[in-house]
């Protein structure tokens, strides 16, 4: 028996609300995918054009580098294309994210479903984007002649955490989106403060003493910080920095998740 | 009354997982109240909100939706709901079919709900119609088997033929239409809710789905219909209810009720009635 009751802002049976989401992952796949089409990413050029975007950011990015600096290296860029490439993933979600509620206005006004299926396929989509440019930067990495050690096994961890923070933002703008619509004016240049605020355009270890502090506040740094010293370096990440990423990723997830589901309910009219 | 189909073969995977008797209670809506507020500005946004920051009180208007409705509806019945525009049927289907929280009163359904409440929802138009119909499928709750097994019936019922492996954006609208029809009705859950889906595509596919709809009565299952098509409402239910501005004004007998609705109108000296649209 299914009991609808006033709406009042708290969270609903999480095992029953679970349950239902996990009944749904074939429509999330589907979703996804065709979501992804409709981006033309089945094609070849499509495809080819998803690769093709990174890979001119960064070298766009590496030429401002040499500019200013007045010099570069190789491993500068391999630093670039591996932590510029996971930041768009990031960045990927954040752009679904924030419009997949609202966007979702005809699917949320006639069908009962999880709501937070919606924020959690502009993830899956981010996600199936960074694949291919993942394959694009150990190509760029092997060329370049960059050493293949074991401690490059961390990357995985590493790109978990980073897909749970994701998933902890997009749920979160999501959210925020159905109140405030404005912020989606507003994202991109949140992204592009984020991105100069973390060690991409920049190795963390060349920051300034006196700018450390903004490694405290971007949940982004420790993340991209393990992931350039696992797969530039081939060294094995901190295990402060590990653990800094993952608290972030939680906590932004728990409480993004928890303003969600009590507010999922409302959306229907809001919208 | 016309013989009831009960629907055999493959369709039967999409049984609801637990049979109802007959009579048996579906859904219980008490003293169900709606308001929505709307808000002058189009969209909440953090502009507006700093805007109307010195002010007090906000911008919003206030509408009635449903007004203390109280209804039950049973396993085997067929409830056809009618109404003028703005009566409050579609926001009543919306809050038993928990997309909607209602303002006050208590809703208690007993069994899996289906709706029905706009056609192709979840269609991607860039995606082939055989696409389409896992998306749709999925989106109504079918699992992948489910729609496996029944594609081929929905591929035939939507009269599409080679069509069907084209992007859904080359279709005509009556295309469009009788696909997302025809995997609508292949859902086959406890209780089925559809608002003004009946009238899809020219008049032999109208009458095809007519008697899909009847095929879709069953002892152990309830159906809601929501429509202006007296006509149909007629043949199909056993029991009408008729909304006026959010509250419930006769519920009963459908000749009878469709009958009080139209002298209604016909008083409100409207056009037009009995048309079947």
């Given at each position: 028996m299914q009991v609808y009751e006033p709406f009042r802002a708290g969270l609903p049976p999480l095992i029953r609300y679970w349950k239902s989401l996990w009944s749904r992952r074939t429509f999330i796949a589907e979703y996804s995918r065709s979501e992804l089409r409709e981006q033309h990413f089945d094609s070849l050029f499509g495809q080819l054009w998803l690769v093709l975007n990174p890979l001119l950011l960064s070298a766009v990015y590496f030429l401002l580098i040499v500019i200013i600096r007045g010099s570069s290296d190789v491993t500068r860029y391999v630093h670039l294309t591996a932590t510029l490439f996971l930041f768009y993933l990031v960045a990927n979600s954040l752009t679904g994210g924030v419009k997949s509620i609202t966007a979702g206005q005809r699917l949320i006004l006639n069908t009962a479903f999880p709501r937070i299926m919606l924020p959690i396929s502009a993830v899956v989509i981010a996600v199936a984007k960074f694949i291919p440019t993942l394959l694009i930067f150990f190509i760029i990495r092997t060329i370049l002649g960059a050493p293949y050690t074991?401690?490059?096994?961390w990357a995985f961890p590493v790109l978990l955490i980073t897909i749970f923070l994701a998933l902890g933002l997009a749920i979160t703008i999501s959210c925020i989106n159905v109140y405030f619509r404005d912020i989606s004016s507003f994202l991109p240049y949140m992204t592009r403060t984020l991105l100069y605020l973390s060690?991409?355009?920049?190795?963390a270890s060349a920051l300034k003493p006196k700018l450390m502090a903004i490694q405290e506040f971007n949940p982004l740094f420790p993340i991209l910080d393990s992931w350039s010293r696992t797969l530039v370096h081939g060294q094995a990440p901190q295990g402060s920095s590990l653990l800094t990423g993952l608290a972030w990723a939680a906590g932004v997830f728990l409480i993004g998740t928890y303003f969600f589901l009590s507010r999922e309910r409302e959306f229907a009219v809001r919208l | 009354m016309e013989l009831i189909f009960s629907y055999q073969g493959s369709?039967?995977?999409?049984?609801?997982?637990n049979s109802h008797a007959t009579h048996e209670i579906a859904i219980s809506v008490r003293g169900l109240g709606l308001t929505y507020k709307t808000s002058i500005d189009r969209h909440p946004t953090l502009k507006a909100r700093a805007k109307s920051l010195?002010?007090?009180?906000?911008?919003v208007r206030i509408i009635q939706?449903?007004?203390d409705v109280n209804l039950n509806v049973e396993y085997g019945q067929v409830l056809g709901v009618i109404g003028t525009n703005g009566a409050g049927k579609s926001s009543m289907m919306r809050v038993i079919a928990g997309i909607i929280p209602p303002t006050k009163g208590r809703i208690e359904v007993f069994g899996s709900v289906s709706t029905l409440?706009?056609?192709?929802?979840?269609?991607?138009?860039?995606?082939s119609g055989r696409d389409n119909v896992f998306l749709g499928g999925l989106a109504s709750g079918m699992s992948r088997e489910e729609i496996e097994d029944n594609f081929q019936e929905i591929a035939d019922f939507s009269e599409l033929g080679e069509a069907i492996?084209?992007?859904?954006?080359?279709?005509?609208s009556g295309m469009f239409s009788r696909l997302a029809f025809s995997v609508a009705v292949t859902v086959r859950p406890d209780i089925l809710i559809v608002d003004?889906?009946?009238?899809?595509?020219d008049a032999k596919f109208k009458e095809k789905s007519l008697n899909r709809m009847k095929e879709l009565r069953s002892e152990d299952s309830a159906l809601i219909l929501v429509s202006h098509a007296m006509a149909t409402l007629r043949e199909v239910c056993n029991d009408v209810v008729w909304l006026h501005k959010g509250k419930v004004v006769q519920r009963g007998e459908p000749n009878e009720t469709i009958a009080a609705y139209q002298e209604f109108l016909h008083v409100r000296k409207s056009a037009a009635l009995d048309e079947d649209v």
């Open positions: 074991w401690e490059m096994l060690p991409i355009l920049y190795e | 369709a039967n995977l999409l049984s609801a997982s010195g002010r007090r009180g906000k911008h939706a449903l007004d409440l706009a056609l192709g929802v979840g269609f991607n138009p860039s995606m492996d084209a992007p859904m954006r080359t279709y005509s003004e889906a009946l009238s899809t595509g």
